[in-house]
Each structure stands twice: as structure tokens, then as C-alpha cells.
């Protein structure tokens, strides 16, 4: 019997368990490979004694409608710069050789790795220097280079859109500016989705920084209408003309991203100086990451967990299946990592919202 070791890596998301379930359930139909479990991505090989777990079809059975992952996960935890203590200092050393031999001598014959972008990069990284490594799109930011959709994206959208559709009633009530901000670091995928889904007035997206001129027009042309209230909908990395993101520093050692959010705060006060509206904010945060994956993200979880193992049987290492014009097919981990995929600003979202009057800050 050959050897699998899984492991999910990053931001968690709904329908990581889909895939970690299709994962062992292709690999016990096809009866030669037995699958094991890393746990918190790599730390369940590095720590020691390890954390590494058998994953049969008893332990996975049902667990493709739960959010989040049985495996856990680290966006911490990067092998290539691996927070350590030396001598009583804090500093990162590189671990992957380390990491490499490890999962060798255990008898791994592959891995596969199911996460985002940053995750692929060392995925890529590792495949150069010898791993036999396979990798599966997951992010609700669906910013990830090569594939039309990663898993959660579906989901995040729906659980966006429904918390704007709630959201709605209660600006209509009180005549208010009611700001929602979603998830989203460079691309505004979810934003304008959800904004587009619920019919928001404002979408406001990190490919285009906004102008407050243009905000301020159109909330000003809708309430002299005597419409009663606005829906904007505004993406933790949207940044106006003149100014940058909204972000702090983290306090967690190996976190190598800036902690987003506050965007739309900062867009309320200068509504509400400018314009003497009501407006009031909701932050929809990490909500956005949990709860029960839908049936789109449960069937791209399926679908991207057996090509993952049939790469993984067929030796096709340093790919990753992506999601193309309706096909699941494999691209090389080096093409998927090699740009971010943001909103083409000729995209048919972006022109569909404009022809709708939709405000994106221009
Ligand atoms: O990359 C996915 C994502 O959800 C981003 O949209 C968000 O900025 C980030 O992860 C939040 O990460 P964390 O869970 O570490 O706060």
C-alpha cells in the first residue's frame, strides 16, 4: 500500500472537509493508497511527537456538510520562515529540507495540500526541492490565479448576501446608510457579488480606489429621489484615491499578512460629515468563513478532490486542479501561484453593475 498524507493550510473555509472526505474516499475505492492527516498543516510533521492522524471512510463519513476542517489549519506556520526561539531570541529558520526528510522517512509517497495562494507558494517551493506535492484551490476570496472558482467562495457570497438582505429592512426602517464590509484582501470578488445579489447602490472594490466625490453624488441623488436609504457595500482591502488600506500589524509571530478591516468605519465618518446622514456599519469578518459549505462548494469540493488524487496515482506532482469555463482540469503549481486573479476591470461584473447605475467609486 502507498502512502497520502493530506493537510490543509491557511485561512479555513467552508468545504475544506468536502475535499479531505473525496480525498479518502477515491483513494479506498481505488484500494492502493492509504490516506493519513496532518494536523494544523505542517506542524503535525515538525512537532514531535508528530500529530499526524489515519484517515479512513469511518472517520470522515458525513463530515462534507460541516464547515471548517477536522485536519485544522495555521496561516502561521510556513516551513520556508518557521517561527522559532534560538538562544532566547525569536527567529524564523527554514525547515522545509527538514520537512522534506521527515515526511519521507515516515513513508509518505505524497501530499496533498489544500490551500490559497500563499500556501501554494510553498507547495511550489517544496516540490522544487523533492517533495512529490499536489495542490487544491481553497480561499473564500477566490483571488487564486488559474481557476474560475476556489472553494468557499460560493458559499462566503451566500452567507454576504443573505446578512445585506437582513441588513436592508432595518435601513429602510430608520432612513439610514447602512455600510457592509466583506472579506476580500486584493480582489473584490465577494464584494461585488453579494453588492450585485442584494442590489447595493455602492460597491467598493480594491481593484478600483474609490473617489468620495462620486460616493457622495450618488447617495446624494438617491436620497433627493426620496428613497429612504442606501446599501453600500465596501471590500476590507478597498482604499480610496488618496489614502491606503485600513489594516494593523499582528500581534502573532509567523502571521505575515497585515489584519485588514476598518475600511468601512473610515468611510462612514466621512459620510456622515459630508452628508448628515444616519449611517451605521457591520464588519461581517470571519462570519463569513464559517458555517455549512452549499451544494456548489460540497460538488467543486468532490470534483477537486478526486482530480487531486488521480494527479497524485498518475505522478503528476506540482499540479493543482483548477476550475476552467465549467472543466476541472490540472495547471502547474508555478502558473497558479504566479499572479493573484483580481477582477479584470473589463469583466462583465464590473460592466453589468456600471449599466445597473451601480456606484463602484468612480
Ligand atoms: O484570505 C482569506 C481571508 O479570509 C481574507 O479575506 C482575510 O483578510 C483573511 O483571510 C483573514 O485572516 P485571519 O483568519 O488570519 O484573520
Not at 515516515?106 to 522544487?128: P, T, Y
Not at 462566503?156 to 476580500?184: C, F, K, W, Y
Not at 444616519?278 to 469540493?301: C, E, M
Request: negative net charge.
Amino acid at each position: 500500500m502507498k502512502k497520502l498524507l493530506l493537510l490543509t493550510s491557511g485561512g479555513d473555509c467552508p468545504g475544506l472537509n468536502g475535499v479531505i472526505r473525496a480525498v479518502v474516499k477515491a483513494a479506498e475505492h481505488d484500494g492502493n493508497w492509504q490516506v493519513y492527516g496532518s494536523r494544523r498543516a505542517y506542524c503535525g510533521v515538525l512537532e514531535k511527537p508528530n500529530d499526524i492522524i489515519h484517515l479512513t471512510s469511518e472517520v470522515v463519513a458525513g463530515i462534507h456538510v460541516r464547515g471548517g476542517t477536522i485536519l485544522e489549519t495555521v496561516n502561521k506556520g510556513n516551513p520556508t520562515a518557521f517561527p522559532a526561539e534560538i538562544a532566547g531570541e525569536q527567529v524564523f529558520i527554514d525547515r522545509s529540507d527538514e520537512l522534506i526528510s521527515t515526511i519521507k522517512q515516515l513513508g509518505f509517497d505524497a501530499v496533498i495540500n489544500i490551500g490559497g495562494d500563499g500556501s501554494h507558494r510553498v507547495s511550489q517551493h517544496l516540490f522544487e526541492h523533492g517533495l512529490n506535492i499536489v495542490g487544491v484551490p481553497k480561499t473564500i476570496d477566490n483571488d487564486l490565479y488559474g481557476t474560475d472558482y476556489t472553494i468557499g467562495f460560493q458559499t462566503a457570497v451566500d452567507t454576504a448576501t443573505e446578512a445585506i438582505d437582513r441588513l436592508i429592512p432595518t435601513a429602510q426602517s430608520h432612513n439610514r446608510v447602512i455600510v457592509t464590509e466583506v472579506m476580500g484582501r486584493d480582489a473584490g470578488w465577494i464584494c461585488l457579488h453579494s453588492a450585485i445579489a442584494a442590489g447595493a447602490e455602492v460597491a467598493l472594490i480594491p481593484e478600483i480606489p474609490y473617489d468620495i466625490e462620486a460616493i457622495k453624488a450618488k447617495l446624494t441623488s438617491r436620497f433627493d429621489k426620496g428613497h429612504g436609504f442606501a446599501n453600500i457595500v465596501i471590500s476590507e482591502g478597498a482604499k480610496p484615491i488618496a489614502g491606503g488600506i485600513v489594516s494593523k500589524q499582528s500581534n502573532e509571530r509567523g502571521y505575515e499578512n497585515p489584519v485588514l478591516g476598518g475600511i468601512a468605519e473610515q468611510l462612514a465618518s466621512q459620510i456622515r460629515v459630508a452628508l448628515d446622514l444616519d449611517v451605521r456599519v457591520t464588519v461581517l469578518g470571519h462570519i463569513q468563513r464559517g458555517g455549512t459549505p452549499n451544494a456548489f462548494d460540497r460538488v467543486l469540493a468532490a470534483e477537486f478532490g478526486v482530480q487531486a488524487f488521480e494527479l497524485v496515482k498518475q505522478g503528476q506532482f506540482g499540479f493543482i486542479p483548477v476550475s476552467k469555463d465549467g472543466e476541472i482540469k490540472p495547471i502547474s503549481l508555478k502558473e497558479a501561484t504566479s499572479e493573484y486573479r483580481v477582477i479584470p476591470l473589463e469583466h462583465s461584473l464590473i460592466t453589468s453593475a456600471r449599466a445597473m447605475g451601480m456606484c463602484l467609486g468612480e
